[in-house]
């Protein structure tokens, strides 16, 4: 069966959201809030219809998509390729203190914002190129008209910029747990139908951290 349709979601709130810290690949789990942001997600998602749910396997998506997956009522599929990008010795860091700590090194990322490869980590080339993979073994896979991926801010904007002539990586901060929903046309092109949903929260809060990238 063709897929039509994909609604990729950002986890839940962690502590270090809250604080403005970098996770990249860290095992940070949700927090309370973030476990109340999930809850919620999942009394909405179980009314679009999805037939298949893949996810990043670090820990605040895996914790997410068990929670969306128990109304869903089927397992999540986890795959490493949709993490968040790996930024090496700045994890765990905010923007303020990458920048007074690696003048000459954020100085970098600004000159070569998709190519620059963070120490220890990587580029957002890097990250495009993985998360193209994993679509397209998700297209392959083709367990339905409508599908659910579960992955985080910089893999989201680097697979919409790839799939969607014009997209504004800028344009859209990702709240957590938010929606953003891709539907192909005649043409068989992707759009964007909805970008950073957060109708389901219902008045909760939904911090965001813009891009490493972003923060100039």
Known sequence: MTV?????IRPGETDWN??????????SPLNEHGKAQALALAKYIRNIGLSALYSSDLQRAVETAQLLAERLEYAPILDGRWRERDIGKWQGMTISEIRAWYPGEYEQLQADIEGYRVPQGESRADVKKRVLEAFNDVLKDA???????LT???ATHMLLEALIPGYDVYGVVLGNTSVTTIARADS??????????????????????GELEQKK
């Open 143 to 149: 367990k339905g008209n409508t599908v659910g991926i």
């Open 18 to 27: 809250s604080l403005g810290r970098w996770q990249g690949w860290v095992a």
């Open 188 to 209: 068989g092109q992707w759009e964007v139908v909805t970008a950073d949903d957060l109708s389901h929260l219902e008045g909760l809060p939904s911090g965001s951290v």
């Open 4 to 8: 039509k349709r994909v609604i990729f």
């Open 152 to 154: 985080h801010t910089t």
